[in-house]
């Protein structure tokens, strides 16, 4: 079965460094997502893309944060300068129909120290 | 803001039973509603989702919908120990596909 995979599971990093989260989508979706969760958290959305570019943005989705899709195949979420509160699962997801019907990957859990 | 709010639980029911779990929305305009259920430490995983008013059947799964009152439930027939987990009510945000989670329900199976 198809699925969404995430690279690295768990990445450890200091304050202030760069990050790269990457994510191979499902290969004929689409629509692309970024989500994330605190610990104890809710899921919160992060930017949608499709297209190319991207779509929607929520208010977490600062100047410190850009997507990009590389290639035809990968999808990925920069952190420029890492804070303490940046700390969190990060999920990436497709759909096929933009809808809200999301395949999820298995997160990659970003520590920063 | 727009707001979607379940009770965190935890809901603990015995095996066999059905479970109820409920979901408010603030957005009197929205479409769609889905199901997620998320296991400990795992990513969210789509269980169903429903745009009309009334009951949308899956296996042991029905989703109810009542727009009038602006709240979603979803039942679960038949519970068994492996549905023990959390389960997320999300909304579309202003016609668009991003999702606003709810916090989610702790369910709990007891064998």
């Known amino acids: 079965e198809p699925e969404v995979t995430q690279t690295p599971s768990h990445q450890v990093t200091q304050m202030g460094q760069e990050v790269i989260l990457r994510c191979v989508p499902i290969?004929?979706?689409?629509?692309f997502y970024w989500y994330r969760q605190i610990l104890g958290q809710k899921v919160e959305f992060l930017v949608s893309?499709?297209?190319?570019?991207?779509?929607?943005k929520s208010e977490i989705f600062d100047d410190q944060f850009s997507v990009e899709r590389p290639d035809g195949s990968n999808f990925t979420l920069k952190i420029r300068s890492t804070k303490l509160e940046d700390s969190a699962m990060y999920f990436c997801?497709?759909?096929?129909?933009?809808?809200?019907?999301?395949?999820f990957g298995e997160g990659s859990r970003l520590t920063v120290l | 803001q727009k707001e979607v709010e379940q009770n965190s639980g935890p809901l603990s029911v015995p095996e066999g039973a059905i479970a109820s779990l409920n979901c408010t929305y603030s957005?009197?305009?929205?479409?769609?509603f889905f199901w997620y259920r998320q296991y400990s430490g795992k990513s969210p995983e789509l269980i169903m989702f429903?745009?009309?008013?009334g009951d949308k059947e899956d296996g042991r799964f029905t989703a109810q919908l009542n727009k009038a009152s602006q709240y979603v439930s979803l039942l679960i027939r038949d519970s068994q120990p492996s549905d023990s987990a959390t389960y997320l009510c999300?909304?579309?945000?202003?016609?668009?596909?991003?999702?606003?989670f709810g916090g989610g329900t702790r369910l709990m199976v007891k064998p």
């Open positions: 997801a497709s759909s096929p129909r933009g809808s809200g019907e999301l395949f």
């Open positions: 957005d009197r305009g929205s479409q769609s």
């Open positions: 429903i745009y009309s008013n």
């Open positions: 999300a909304v579309p945000r202003d016609a668009g596909n991003m999702l606003t």
């Open positions: 290969s004929n979706h689409l629509y």
């Open positions: 893309f499709y297209n190319n570019e991207i779509s929607e």
